[in-house]
């Protein structure tokens, strides 16, 4: 390919694939991002501050690069401005989805109207925004739907303001986080999907779609939907239900009008059979389209895509997949299969004020590990349960030829890492208490299930200095603590007092009920901290 230049939208950690693709493929990277020290700014060519919001400084500046420096694609990957893309893209002639498919892949409430209109698999739906909501309608739109049911800002990613709305009680408060988390101040409250969650990243190009990373996706701790990770590839067998989600994707895709570039799905396979949660014209983030799928397939998807963008064929994509047999669909469908298994986990924080960070060289010697990713995240820092996925403190990825193997890699590794609290912080004092927000009943969780019968168990009064907690527990504690119920740690209660034992020979006279009161609500973070606190 000869040497062209590409205007790459983000330079944040997500983006870092995209620069080093397009480098790779010898283009001239021009790179912009509000934030002029986002992480992936060193890697680019050219940088320039700009809003990814401000669409027509994009279009400027685009225009610039076309008539200068032979400008012959625009790309992003992992952020919510596909729009902005192919605002610029359209009005230069570039390659690109089209603005209005854009839109309509971007704007939620827009989308569900499409795949209604469609006749395309998704939850009912009903739009709200800041100057028209009110409770006779939210109550209409509740009782329509039936509890629980989903509110989500129109136009925001990172599960940021979702949640689910499980009772009356909880409708107003969880209406209102999102529309302060919409751009537009508006939201959309659906119907609930229940079901096994998937990730599917595909690439539309001359009326064919490739399927190309095919993901379970792990969600936890309603009413949120935080994603504790993803394994690529899925690891369901049922063929049939694989082509179903493939080819419900495959109708959404057509429904949005996107022909040229990215697609990405989350979409669930419910009672009713597979139901698109959203649909984005761009590559995945999460580590989904940069590492795990390039590492289980052997394909840099980054860089297949990158050549559309600049006008060029994707000749690995065309030379190495295979048709699928899928009937009455509006594309010829094609997979790019993943041969290796890549097990993407995140590791997370009660709430409290960090005093350290432990463990990550740690995790990075684990059998299979590819990457340890934390956030910038440094002691000093107050850090919460996460309400969304941005909220977590670091992502860890594996690869290996077994499924069970790769996940448990994974894990294993973010179980070496331990965030270290500042003692005596109200905050943290407060969840291991147990308190809960009535708009958030049962939110945050407790490490292990056991804690609600901590009243029941017989736990001795004191737990000397410099003794082992096991050596003072007592034959019924005990065996509450042998379950296999893993924590967000991937610890069992038992493996977390023997860390303890382990990182904390030396500690104070120990109040017995406190210290197991905090170890099966917050896990190794909550007992240690009592130690500290002392």
């Not at 629980?148 to 689910?164: A, E, I, L, W, Y």
């Not at 989600?245 to 009713?272: M, P, S, V």
């Not at 296999?484 to 069992?492: A, C, F, V």
């Not at 406190?514 to 896990?523: D, E, H, I, R, V």
Request: hydrophobic share 40%.
């Amino acid at each position: 390919m000869q040497e062209k230049s590409v205007l790459i939208l983000g330079a944040g950690l997500m983006q870092k694939p995209a620069i080093l693709s397009a480098k790779n493929l010898g283009c001239h990277t021009f790179v912009i991002d509000a934030n002029p020290n986002a992480e992936a700014v060193p890697y680019a060519d050219d940088f320039r501050q700009i809003d990814l919001k401000d669409r027509e400084e994009i279009l400027r500046y685009a225009t610039e690069l076309r008539q200068n420096a032979g400008l012959a694609g625009i790309f992003t990957a992992g952020t919510d401005f596909s729009a902005s893309v192919s605002y610029a893209a359209e009005k230069l002639s570039l390659p690109s989805h089209s603005f209005e498919a854009a839109l309509n892949a971007s704007i939620k409430d827009r989308m569900r109207s499409c795949f209604k209109k469609a006749g395309v698999p998704s939850p009912e739906f009903y739009t709200v925004s800041k100057n028209n909501v009110s409770p006779q309608k939210l109550s209409f739109i509740t009782q329509t739907l039936g509890f629980p049911c989903v509110v989500k800002p129109v136009d925001n990613m990172g599960s940021r303001g979702c949640r689910m709305i499980r009772s009356e009680k909880e409708v107003v408060p969880a209406v209102n986080a999102a529309l302060e988390n919409s751009r537009s101040e508006s939201a959309i409250i659906e119907s609930y999907m229940d079901g096994p969650e998937y990730s599917i990243d595909a690439i539309v190009y001359n009326g064919t779609v490739t399927i190309t990373g095919f993901a379970d996706r792990h969600i936890f701790f309603p009413p949120y939907f935080i994603e504790t990770g993803h394994t690529m590839p899925t690891a369901l067998a049922d063929e049939s239900k694989k082509l179903e989600l493939i080819r419900c994707f495959a109708r959404g895709i057509h429904a949005l009008g996107l022909t040229t570039g990215a697609a990405k799905a989350d979409i669930k396979y419910t009672e009713k059979g597979a139901e698109i949660g959203e649909i984005a014209a761009r590559l995945s983030g999460g580590y989904m389209s940069g590492w795990t799928y390039p590492y289980s397939s052997g394909c840099n998807l980054t860089e297949q895509a990158l050549l559309i963008a600049v006008g060029e064929e994707p000749s690995y994509l065309l030379q190495n997949r295979f048709p699928l047999p899928v009937k009455d669909c509006p594309f010829e469908l094609f997979i790019l299969p993943s041969e290796n298994v890549s097990a993407e986990r995140a590791w997370i924080s009660i709430p409290g004020i960090i005093k350290a960070v432990d463990g990550l060289d740690g995790a990075g010697k684990i059998s299979g590990i590819k990457n340890v990713f934390p956030r910038p995240v440094k002691a000093g820092d107050r850090i919460d349960f996460p309400r969304n996925n941005v909220q977590k403190c670091g992502n860890v990825i594996s690869l290996n030829s077994d499924y069970e193997l790769s996940v448990s890699q994974a894990e294993k590794a973010c179980s070496k890492i331990l965030i270290r609290l500042e003692p005596n912080d109200p905050e943290t004092d407060a969840f291991l208490s147990g308190a809960s927000d009535p708009e958030e009943e049962g939110f945050p969780p407790a490490a292990f299930s056991a804690f609600k019968d901590i009243s029941r168990l017989c736990i001795p009064a004191v737990i000397p200095e410099n003794t082992s907690v096991l050596s003072n527990a007592s034959q019924e504690l005990l065996k509450a603590l042998d379950s296999p119920e893993r924590d967000w740690n991937y610890l069992t209660a038992l493996e977390t007092a023997r860390r303890f034992d382990l990182l904390v020979p030396v500690h104070p006279q120990l109040d017995g009920l406190k210290f197991w009161s905090a170890l099966l609500k917050g896990g190794i973070q909550g007992a240690i901290y009592v130690s500290d606190s002392i």
